[in-house]
């Protein structure tokens, strides 16, 4: 099973934004509420939690990168 970002319901608003940044199309929305939807391409860009004016959505892990010393 593939590791998606969650969704705390209780913060979403329902704006969409998840869903036009995501290209993997891992998010739909369904009246006012977003889901996710497992896909196997997703690239857990964190994208998403990035755009989430709500802070609705959580990914599990960070993405660090180590600059060169």
Do not use: R, W
């Amino acid at each position: 099973m593939l590791l998606m970002p969650e969704i705390i319901m209780a913060k979403c608003n329902g704006c969409g934004l998840c869903v036009a940044i995501c290209q993997c199309h891992a998010f739909i929305l369904e009246g006012n509420m977003v889901k996710v939807v497992e896909v196997e391409n997703c690239h857990y860009c964190t994208q998403c939690e990035a755009v989430c004016p709500t802070g609705a959505i959580s990914c599990a892990y960070d993405i660090v990168f180590e600059e060169d010393l």
